[in-house]
């Protein structure tokens, strides 16, 4: 067991599982965390397969072992639930009977720490040799109550999860064959998530995304041909235009994106900027909670249903593009209307061509109206 004190008197303890995997509790309140994993220990999977696919330049992740992970089980068998205290009841990933915040690593992880030394194949082409799927993959669970959604936290309480982000952007940072760090949470069916429980998840990537490829260029461009960052353009511009800002306090604004994708999209980004959630000062993670939860209940509000959405934070690379590349919190919503969802169908998901039913300008107003 470890411990170590970080801002705002959180203290985080670290145990290792049954299975030799490690669990991480963020707490505020003084607990003893000293409850042991009664599982049976098991095998962890074997490390995966990194493909590389030619005909776009693009890695592919084998990852065969996650085909048979748990689906949407019933709240009773919820293996992100704390453990209860009574003999005979189901042991979960988290073996103490109350939490704040934890995180853990997967248990069936799309990347997982290397065997050996690790470098990504240099010599791209159809005949690249496979690799491994170096990283890694961990579950970060924002409440130990599995009917709240992070939309009903306290504000508190998202602080905690903001100073957790922050705490493992730092020391995966640390990681040699880590090149991408990615934190994100999806909630709803319709967007693919296979537990209720609130939850989000970090992958920490071995290569560059694709979509940070395509980022990191254009920042790059910008930067080469103006002299500027790129976000801080983008910020100006919706400062200026002002009828997409949907909320702002003194030290965020969240707009929907002039060139938006999605039905509702709503970016979030800090009005001083920096390259990850790592860098953060102390007034920026005070301030976060109250927008945050803001944005998250007025897109609950638009329809008066829960939104599914994928929520990611996006930060420069661990090891370039660091002086053009600036953190941003991105959620999209595939719901356009009650009982109608966008579906990303042949432009979308074969071509990468977005097409747009609903003017960003549109869902600005919409999200803006909802009364809080």
Known sequence: M???????????????????????????????RDAQDQRPAEAQPQIGE??????????????S??????????????????????????????????FEVVVFDNRGPSFRPPVGDFELPDALST????????GKCEVICFAADHGKSL?????????????AWKD??????????????????????????????PHGQIYSYPFLPPRVEKMLAAAQEHKDRTGRVLLDDV?????KDGDRIIARNNHWIAFVPYAARYPFEIHVAP???????????????????EIALEVLNRLDGVFGIEMAYIATWHQAPVRVGRDVMRLHWQITSVRRQPGKLKYLAGSESAMGAFIMDLKPEQSATQLREVKL
């Open 2 to 32: 470890s411990v170590a004190k970080l801002p705002t008197d959180i203290t985080r303890t670290d145990r290792q599982m049954a299975d030799g995997r490690t669990i991480r509790y963020y707490d505020t309140k003084g607990q003893r």
């Open 151 to 163: 939309k009903d936290l306290a504000p508190a309480q998202v602080r905690i999860i903001l100073e």
């Open 168 to 197: 493992r952007v730092r020391e995966l940072s640390k990681e040699s064959y880590i090149a991408h760090i990615a934190p994100f949470e999806n909630r709803g069916e319709e967007v693919g998530v296979t537990l209720t429980h």
């Open 50 to 63: 990194l493909r590389y696919d030619a005909l776009v330049g693009e890695w592919v992740a084998v990852a």
């Open 127 to 134: 005949q690249t040799a496979e690799g491994q799927t170096a």
């Open 65 to 98: 072992h996650r085909q048979n992970r748990i689906f949407l089980p019933p709240k009773e068998l919820c293996p992100l639930c704390p453990t209860s205290e009574n003999p005979g009841e189901l042991l979960t990933e988290i073996p103490e009977s109350d």
């Open 271 to 289: 009005l001083k900027p920096v390259a990850d959630l790592a860098e953060l000062d102390e007034a920026a993670s005070s301030a976060f909670p």
């Open 235 to 239: 910020v100006a511009r919706e400062i």
